[in-house]
Nanobody, 114 residues
Framework: QVQLVESGGGLVQAGGSLRLSCATS????????MSWYRQAPGRQRELVGI???????IYPDSVKGRFTISRDNAKNTVYLHMNKLKPEDTAVYYC????????WGQGTQVTVSS
């Protein structure tokens, strides 16, 4: 069972950038897909992107062209690069395998001010 620790969140102005990190307790090399999710207050958790071992990625329209997922297999870390941030990107961000398991990390808060 892989444990996940997200970090890198913070307060940023609209139009700014952040890089989130997801450190895993085990090797991600053999994991077929890793994903990022977010949950804003009062809303359901939503998928932000998927990164496959094949290097292919999938993003919803809400973040496509602004967010990018990358992996560093040597560091067992998955990153979420977020550019051109908008106030509606404000949420707690989580990483997980894909499809997601039942165990989630504590997440990292991203707040985008207008």
């Amino acid at each position: 069972q892989v444990q996940l620790v997200e970090s890198g969140g913070g307060l940023v102005q609209a139009g700014g950038s952040l890089r989130l990190s997801c450190a895993t307790s085990g090797s991600i090399f053999s994991i077929n897909a890793m994903s990022w999710y977010r949950q804003a207050p009062g809303r359901q958790r939503e998928l932000v992107g998927i990164s496959y071992r094949s290097r292919s990625t999938i993003y919803p329209d809400s973040v496509k062209g602004r967010f990018t997922i990358s992996r560093d297999n040597a560091k067992n870390t998955v990153y979420l690069h977020m550019n051109k941030l908008k106030p509606e990107d404000t949420a707690v961000y989580y990483c997980n395998i894909y499809p997601p398991g039942n165990d989630w990390g504590q997440g990292t808060q991203v707040t985008v001010s207008s």
